[in-house]
T-cell receptor, first 117, second 110 residues
Framework: GAVVSQHPSWVICKSGTSVKIECRSLDFQATTMFWYRQFPKQSLMLMATSNEGSKATYEQGVEKDKFLINHASLTLSTLTVTSAHPEDSSFYIC?????????????FGQGTRLTVV | EDQVTQSPEALRLQEGESSSLNCSYTVSGLRGLFWYRQDPGKGPEFLFTLYSAGEEKEKERLKATLTKKESFLHITAPKPEDSATYLCAVSNQAGTALIFGKGTTLSVSS
């Protein structure tokens, strides 16, 4: 299957600082990537859809000024958590779907565990 | 509203004890049903895609089936390494984000 690489796998930051998470599709071009957040023992909650060359589409309740998404190329999307606070601590996962037709599975990165202290 | 419900939330099995996980869905135009495996602290790992009722797919000890209202993930003679959370998701449009259920956490003891 296709490979999606996410970095870093974990990060600890101080409250008030910003953290950038990278998501790369290694063997295919992804015009669309997705960012999810997952709390312990909960399912994946879609935060935003990242579109190459245009603005991201955010889900209701997700602050777009706090969670900045940039999709500058067909293989890279970044999520920046700005002015992080302890309540932003969570597991963040990116995903991409191969553009091989209308019905394709999504592949996921390894996830990033963010801890804000 | 499109929705995915998985049951049970948790399942404990003895090694070799076969069972099934359920995924019920309501979606306006199913474009695919997906099963993923997620280990603690990792991203979901793709297992299967099913597109139409009656379709079945197998991989080692796992077999996924699909009807018009639900999907089953059958686990035959499970081993401890099958312990994980199994996620079900559906797609209602090409190229959009998948809609996930809450998952079933499977524990297999030897």
């Amino acid at each position: 299957g296709a490979v999606v690489s996410q970095h870093p796998s974990w990060v600890i930051c101080k409250s008030g600082t910003s953290v950038k998470i990278e998501c790369r599709s290694l063997d295919f071009q992804a015009t669309t990537m997705f960012w999810y957040r997952q709390f312990p023992k909960q399912s994946l909650m879609l935060m935003a859809t990242s579109n190459e060359g245009s603005k991201a589409t955010y889900e209701q309740g997700v602050e777009k000024d706090k969670f900045l998404i940039n999709h500058a190329s067909l293989t890279l999307s970044t999520l920046t958590v700005t002015s992080a606070h302890p309540e932003d601590s969570s597991f963040y996962i990116c995903s991409a779907r191969e553009p091989r037709g209308l019905n394709t599975e999504a592949f996921f990165g390894q996830g990033t565990r963010l801890t804000v202290v | 509203e499109d929705q995915v419900t998985q049951s049970p939330e948790a399942l404990r099995l003895q090694e070799g004890e076969s069972s099934s996980l359920n995924c019920s869905y309501t979606v306006s135009g199913l474009r695919g049903l997906f099963w993923y495996r997620q280990d603690p602290g990792k991203g979901p790992e793709f297992l299967f895609t099913l597109y139409s009722a009656g379709e079945e797919k197998e991989k080692e000890r796992l077999k996924a089936t699909l009807t018009k209202k639900e999907s089953f993930l059958h686990i035959t003679a499970p081993k401890p390494e099958d312990s994980a959370t199994y996620l079900c998701a559906v797609s209602n449009q090409a190229g959009t984000a998948l809609i996930f259920g809450k998952g079933t956490t499977l524990s297999v003891s030897s």
